[in-house]
C-alpha cells in the first residue's frame, strides 16, 4: 500500500510568482485535503476535493486554488505569492466522510 | 476563532515517565479527535483518535481520555522513551455531507530526556 507523497520537497519562489504543488493520495482514498502549517503552528484547513470538485473550504483567499483528477490525485495552486505563504503545506487524503486522514511530508514553500 | 486550544505548549519528560498533554474544544458537532505525532521536517503522524461515544482508548503506550460533558480530551504517552521526542497535535473534525475537515490545537513540543 503507498502512502500520501508529495512534490516537490522544497520550493523557493519570489513574491507574485505562482506555484503549483502536487499530491498522490494514498491507494483507495478518494478524498484530498490540502493544510497550510506556518512555522510552529498547527496545520490550517485550506481545502478539501472530492469526486473532482471542491467539497469544503477554509479561510483562505481565491488566489488559493486547487484540482483532484480522475486517479484521485491533486494539485494545490497559489496565484501572487506573498511573504506570509512562506508555510509547510500538507495534503492528505482519506475516504469520504471518514475522520481518518493521512498527511503525506509536505511541501516547504520559501517566498522571498 | 480558536476551536481547539492546546497545553502545555512545551514540555519536559524524563525517559519512562508519563507524558500527558490536554486539549478542549467548543464545537459540539465534532464528533472525532484524532492525535498526530509530527518529527522536524516530516509531515504529522496519525497516532491514536477517539469518537465521543467511548471515554478511553489505549493503543500500546498511548492512551486518549475523552470527557464529553466537559469538552475536553487528553493524551497520556506511558513510559515516555527519547524517541517519542516530537510535537503532538490534537485535532477534531466534524463531518459536514461528505466534507470533513480537521481543526488542529496548536501543538505541544515534547523533549524526553534521559
Known amino acids: 500500500e503507498t502512502g500520501v507523497t508529495q512534490s516537490p520537497t522544497h520550493l523557493i519562489k519570489t513574491r507574485g510568482q505562482q506555484v503549483t504543488l502536487r499530491c498522490s493520495s494514498q491507494s483507495g482514498h478518494n478524498t484530498v485535503s490540502w493544510y497550510q502549517q506556518a512555522l510552529g503552528q498547527g496545520p490550517q484547513f485550506i481545502f478539501q476535493?472530492?469526486?473532482?470538485?471542491?467539497?469544503g473550504r477554509g479561510n483562505f483567499p481565491p488566489r488559493f486554488s486547487g484540482l483532484q483528477f480522475p486517479n484521485y490525485s491533486s494539485e494545490l495552486n497559489v496565484n501572487a505569492l506573498e511573504l506570509d505563504d512562506s508555510a509547510l503545506y500538507l495534503c492528505a487524503s482519506s475516504l469520504v466522510s471518514a475522520g481518518t486522514q493521512y498527511f503525506g511530508p509536505g511541501t516547504r514553500l520559501t517566498v522571498l | 476563532q480558536q476551536q481547539v486550544k492546546q497545553s502545555p505548549q512545551s514540555l519536559i519528560v524524563q525517559k519512562g515517565g508519563i507524558s500527558i498533554i490536554n486539549c478542549a474544544y467548543e464545537?459540539?458537532?465534532?464528533?472525532?479527535f484524532p492525535w498526530y505525532q509530527q518529527f522536524p521536517g516530516k509531515g504529522p503522524a496519525l497516532l491514536i483518535a477517539?469518537?465521543?461515544?467511548?471515554s478511553e482508548k489505549k493503543e500500546g503506550r498511548f492512551t486518549i481520555s475523552f470527557n464529553k460533558s466537559a469538552k475536553q480530551f487528553s493524551l497520556h504517552i506511558m513510559d515516555s522513551q527519547p524517541g517519542d521526542s516530537a510535537t503532538y497535535f490534537c485535532?477534531?473534525?466534524?463531518?459536514?455531507?461528505?466534507?470533513?475537515?480537521?481543526?488542529f490545537g496548536t501543538g505541544t513540543r515534547l523533549q524526553v530526556t534521559l
Open positions: 464545537n459540539t458537532a465534532f464528533d472525532y
Open positions: 477517539i469518537r465521543p461515544d467511548v
Open positions: 476535493y472530492y469526486r473532482e470538485e471542491e467539497n
Open positions: 485535532a477534531a473534525s466534524a463531518i459536514t455531507g461528505t466534507a470533513s475537515k480537521l481543526t
